[in-house]
C-alpha cells in the first residue's frame, strides 16, 4: 500500500514538472514573438499598452521580421521614461482614420474608439475631427500640406533668352545705367580737363559720346580700344570702369556656371495656385487622409478648387498608400499632395523628386489616446522633455538621413543687385574721383590764364567751362570766322 502511494505521488510530481516546464517555454517563445514584431515584453509590475502603429518609411518599417523606425525609436525612448511596456500591432485596415460612410471611424483612430489599442504611436495628423473622438499629445513632428513633384516634369524649358538668366531684372536694369552713366562721365572729364583738351577752339576732342559709349562697350567684352585717355581724371574712370567690368564678368561667369550645372532653374509650379493652373500634371492625395479633408473644408477658392478637381476624380488621381503616391510621381505626370515632412524624405531619398517651395496648412504628428486617458498628459510631458534634451532632433537626423543629400546643390537664383551694391560704390567712387579730377585740372589751367589776361580766376574758369560745353557752337563759329578769312 505505502509503495503504491509512493508511485502515485512520483507520477504526479513528475507530471506537474513537465506541465510546468512547458509553460515556461511557451512564454519564452511568446516574448520572442513579441520582441521579434518591435514589442517590449511584459515585465513584472510594469503596465502593457497595446499600440497601434500604420506601415510608412520612415516611421514605421519592417527589417528580418522585425519592426524599426522613428516612430518605434520614439515609443521606445517613451517607455522607458515612463516605465511601461508595449505590444506594438499594425493597423489592420491600412488607413489613419477618417469617418466612414456608415459614421464609424476607420484606421487607427477607429481602433482606438474601438479599444483594440491604448495609444497611437505613428505619422497622425492632429486635426479637430479626430480631436473630437480621440485626445492627443504635444505634437512630436511640426509639418505642413506641400507638393511633390518630379524634377523631369516640374522643370522649365530653357527660354530664348537663357543667357540673361544669372542676372535678375534689377542687376540688368543697374548695369546699364552704370554703363551710360560711366561713358557720360567720360565724355563731360575728357572735355573738362586741359590735358585732355587743351585747345578746344584749335584742337579735335577724340572722346565724343559715341567714342565714350564704344571705349565702355571694349571694356565689357575685355577689348582695348581706341582713344586711349591721356589726362589722370579720364584714366581714373577709365580703370574704375576696367574693375567694374572685370569683377562683373567674373560673378556672370560664376553664375551661369552654376545655372548650367545645377540642370533646373526656378521651379514653374511654386506654389498651390500654380499647380491649378497649370494642365500638364495630374494632382491628389491620399484617400480619407487629413490632407484631403483639409482641402474640403477650407474656404480659400484656390483650395476649394483643389478638392473640387481631387473630388470629380476621385478613381483616378486619390491614392491609397504613401509608397503608392511616390511611385505614381516617378513614373507619370503625376504630383502629389501631403504631408512636407515626407515628401522631404522621399525628395532626398530618390534624386530625381523636389518638393515646391510652397507649404500651407501648418500641423502636427501627435500620439492619439482614448479620452480622458491617464496616458496623454504623461506622453505629452515626455514628448516635450524628449524635444527640450534634442532626442527628437537627434531621431529626425537619423531617419532622414540619406546620401542623396550630399549629392545635391544649393538650391540657384539669379544674382541680386544687392550682392553687387559694393562693385556699384566702388565704381560711383571713382566716378566723383575722375570729375572731382577734372574739375581741379581745370582750376589751375584757369588760374595760370588768369595772371596773363589780368582777369579774375572764377571769369576765366567760367569762360573755359562754356566754351568746352558748347564745343559745337563755337566749331561753327570758327568755322565762319575761317571760312571769311578765305574768302
Not at 511557451?26 to 499598452?49: C, F, H, I, M, Q
Not at 557720360?184 to 586741359?194: E, N
Not at 500620439?367 to 504623461?378: D, E, H, Y
Request: proline residues 3%.
Amino acid at each position: 500500500m505505502d509503495k503504491g502511494l509512493h508511485f502515485m505521488f512520483c507520477v504526479i510530481a513528475t507530471m506537474l514538472l513537465l506541465r510546468e516546464s512547458s509553460q515556461t517555454g511557451a512564454t519564452r517563445n511568446d516574448d520572442a514573438v513579441s520582441k521579434g514584431t518591435g514589442s517590449r515584453g511584459p515585465e513584472e509590475g510594469l503596465p502593457t499598452l497595446t499600440v497601434t502603429t500604420i506601415l510608412e518609411d520612415p516611421y514605421v518599417m519592417v527589417r528580418s521580421a522585425e519592426l524599426e523606425g522613428y516612430c518605434i525609436d520614439l515609443l521606445k525612448a517613451l517607455a522607458a521614461m515612463l516605465h511601461f511596456s508595449y505590444k506594438v500591432k499594425v493597423v489592420s485596415d491600412g488607413q489613419y482614420g477618417a469617418v466612414s460612410s456608415n459614421g464609424n471611424w476607420t484606421g487607427m483612430v477607429g481602433e482606438i474608439l474601438r479599444q483594440e489599442a491604448d495609444i497611437a504611436v505613428a505619422p497622425l495628423t492632429v486635426t479637430s475631427a479626430r480631436e473630437e473622438v480621440v485626445s492627443f499629445t504635444t505634437p512630436f513632428l511640426q509639418t505642413g500640406i506641400g507638393i511633390l513633384l518630379r524634377k523631369d516634369t516640374a522643370s522649365q524649358e530653357m527660354s530664348f533668352f537663357h543667357f540673361l538668366a544669372p542676372f535678375s531684372k534689377e542687376t540688368w536694369t543697374g548695369l546699364l545705367f552704370a554703363y551710360v552713366l560711366t561713358c557720360f562721365c567720360l565724355f563731360l572729364v575728357a572735355r573738362l580737363s586741359p590735358c585732355e583738351w587743351n585747345e578746344p577752339k584749335n584742337e579735335e576732342n577724340h572722346f565724343t559720346f559715341l567714342n565714350s559709349l564704344w571705349f565702355g562697350a571694349g571694356a565689357l567684352a575685355l577689348q582695348g580700344v581706341t582713344p586711349r585717355p591721356k589726362a589722370l581724371s579720364v584714366r581714373v574712370i577709365a580703370a574704375v570702369w576696367w574693375l567694374f567690368t572685370i569683377a562683373l564678368l567674373a560673378a556672370y561667369i560664376a553664375n551661369f556656371t552654376a545655372l548650367l550645372s545645377s540642370g533646373s532653374e526656378q521651379l514653374p509650379i511654386q506654389t498651390f495656385e500654380d499647380l491649378v493652373k497649370q494642365r500638364k500634371l495630374e494632382f491628389g492625395t491620399l484617400d480619407g487622409s487629413s490632407t484631403f479633408y483639409f482641402f474640403k473644408n477650407s474656404k480659400n477658392p484656390i483650395h476649394q478648387m483643389i478638392y473640387e478637381y481631387m473630388d470629380k476624380r476621385r478613381d483616378r488621381v486619390l491614392v491609397k498608400t504613401y509608397q503608392e503616391a511616390v511611385q505614381r510621381v516617378m513614373e507619370s505626370n503625376y504630383a502629389f499632395i501631403g504631408e512636407s515632412i515626407s515628401q522631404d524624405l522621399a525628395a532626398a531619398r530618390h534624386c530625381n523628386l523636389i518638393r515646391a517651395p510652397e507649404v500651407i496648412g501648418a500641423r502636427g504628428f501627435g500620439i492619439a489616446t482614448t479620452q480622458a486617458s491617464l496616458w496623454t498628459k504623461k506622453l505629452s510631458i515626455a514628448v516635450l522633455k524628449l524635444r527640450e534634451s534634442g532626442d527628437l532632433d537627434y531621431l529626425r537626423n537619423k531617419w532622414w538621413e540619406t546620401s542623396c543629400l550630399h549629392k545635391s546643390r544649393d538650391r540657384w537664383s539669379p544674382l541680386q543687385p544687392q550682392a553687387l551694391g559694393g562693385l556699384f560704390l566702388t565704381l560711383a567712387i571713382g566716378l566723383a574721383l575722375g570729375v572731382i579730377a577734372a574739375v581741379v585740372e581745370l582750376s589751375n589751367k584757369s588760374r595760370h590764364a588768369a595772371g596773363h589776361v589780368k582777369k579774375s580766376c572764377c571769369s576765366v574758369f567760367t569762360e573755359e567751362m562754356c566754351t568746352r560745353l558748347r564745343i559745337k557752337e563755337n566749331t561753327r563759329q570758327s568755322q565762319e570766322t575761317s571760312g571769311r578769312a578765305n574768302a
